[in-house]
């Protein structure tokens, strides 16, 4: 089982990792475990992707509303870095 997943559902009851993530989404994926790719997959927002990545249908991923928390549009430019590095550096 992915770790992503476990992530989410400890996004939904971890008090202390909720208020990590909202602080530093990266450093609190990164500190969780998270691979590179799941990293990349979470903090792109992208719900279809994280079902995809996740190999759950969409349609029955729409409760988990945890990626919407504590992500601001600065913290990362995925979309321009040139490497996976840049695109997760802090």
């Known amino acids: 089982m992915s770790k992503l997943l476990d ?4 996004l939904d ?3 202390v990792l909720i ?3 909202k ?5 609190a994926a990164k500190e969780f475990g ?7 997959v979470l903090l792109k927002q992208s719900r279809q992707q994280i079902a995809a990545f ?3 249908p969409f349609a029955d991923f729409d409760s988990l509303d945890t990626t919407e928390i504590g992500f601001r549009s600065w913290e990362i430019d995925h979309e321009n870095a040139d490497t996976r590095e840049e695109a997760f550096a802090a």
Request: a negative charge; hydrophobic letters at 35%; proline letters at 4%.
């Open 34 to 40: 998270l691979t590179i790719e799941e990293q990349a």
């Open 19 to 21: 208020q990590a993530h």
């Open 54 to 56: 996740l190999d759950i």
């Open 13 to 15: 009851t971890n008090a």
């Open 7 to 10: 992530y989410l559902n400890a």
């Open 23 to 27: 602080s530093d989404p990266y450093k």
